[in-house]
């Protein structure tokens, strides 16, 4: 049986801290060795967002809100790549869409009483910003299915001065922050979100690269903001998975690439918390379908992957721990489907109970 953790939701910002190290938890769900062949298990989805409304290559980044006062009453937000932002409900089906151009990736942020939202916004090369109150959030979207994200609301569309391309946000030392990525390039820009500048840029192959390759541009990252660390992915033949110190944005650790457990090119990563600073990291290991899972505390040693039931060639994920009773007890995994043939791409849910089951 799976041990019953005490998973903590993923919106909040104060955890009861729990006697669980995340050695202890491998051990018990995983296994203690990495697989070293190509036998990953495969889970099953439990359902499915609607398609996108754009063909071939366009649903891309979800991001999850769990609500806690009534969690059947939860959003997932999906990007559209080509033309905006999708809402759904936890059954998968379309609450709200509206047409706001070519928004990349999506993350979000609960700060007091409002979700805070980012978007990299292609079109016009900017970070847009939604501050939106959570009371009766669900029911906003719902009534507004397709001007939701009205100028009216609290929001900001802040100059990049490059192309962009992915986006996360996180919560360091109590203030908002966003990282931006490079399209076709090497930089990252740090963001202070209370401030709305940018307030440093690093290089994400400074270490290790002297000529960047076209194609290895960076996308996938996620903020641990209880660890502070960003964990960035770059694409390309040269893809890896790197840490970076949240407060001063200094290199950590390459995790993996394309040398270790990855295949193609590493995209969406996301952090499931089991208590305030352990957990796993699980990537979107994209040329060969899979997903990998990585323990949450450096040295952020690789753990075993698994595939989801025909789903494959992922970009965006995203995870919570937060329990959804029978729907979910150990919360869900949203992760793109690079096909949904022979329909648009679309999101896939998965029970992270499934999960730990296939790894028992």
């Known amino acids: 049986m799976v ?214 541009e960076a996308e996938g990252c996620v903020f641990d903001d209880e660890n502070k660390y960003i964990h960035v992915s770059r694409e390309g033949a040269r893809g890896f998975l790197k840490t970076y110190n949240a407060e001063n944005q200094q290199l950590v650790k390459v995790i993996d690439s394309r040398d270790g457990n990855v295949g193609g090119d590493p995209e969406g990563v996301a952090i499931y918390k089991v208590d305030a600073t352990t957990g796993y990291i699980i990537l979107s290991s994209q040329g060969d379908s899979k997903f990998n899972i990585y323990d949450r505390e450096y040295p952020f040693t690789y753990i075993d992957s698994f595939r989801v039931d025909n789903v494959s060639d992922t970009d965006g994920i995203d995870v919570t721990s937060a329990s959804l009773g029978d729907y979910a007890p150990n919360g869900i995994l949203v992760v793109q489907d690079g096909y949904n043939q022979p329909d648009n791409q679309n999101f896939k849910i998965v029970s992270m109970e499934e999960v730990f089951k296939k790894k028992e």
């Open 3 to 216: 041990p019953q953790l005490t998973l903590v939701p993923d919106t909040v910002f104060s955890y009861p801290f729990k006697k669980l190290t995340l050695l202890i938890a491998g051990l018990i769900l995983f296994g203690c060795t990495a697989s070293n062949d190509d036998n990953y298990p495969t889970v099953s989805y439990i359902v499915e967002t609607e398609p996108v409304v754009t063909n071939d290559d366009a649903a891309d980044d979800p991001a999850i809100w769990i609500n806690l006062d009534n969690t059947a009453n939860s959003l997932i937000f999906g990007t559209d790549k080509k033309s905006g932002i999708y809402v759904y409900d936890l059954k998968g089906n379309i609450l709200s869409y509206q047409n706001l151009g070519s928004i990349n990736n999506v993350d979000l942020r609960v700060i007091d009483d409002e979700l805070h939202l980012v978007s990299s916004n292609r079109s016009d090369s900017t970070l847009d910003y939604w501050i939106f109150p959570t009371e009766g959030i669900y029911q906003y979207f719902e009534n507004n299915p397709d001007n939701a994200f009205s100028e009216e609301l609290k929001h900001f569309h802040l100059e990049a001065g490059m192309d962009i391309y992915g986006i996360c946000m996180g919560i360091i030392n109590g203030a908002p922050v966003a990282a931006l990525t490079e399209e076709e390039g090497v930089r990252v820009q740090y963001w202070d979100l209370t401030q709305l500048k940018i307030i440093n840029t690093f290089d994400i192959t400074a270490d290790e690269d002297n000529v960047p390759l076209l194609g290895n």
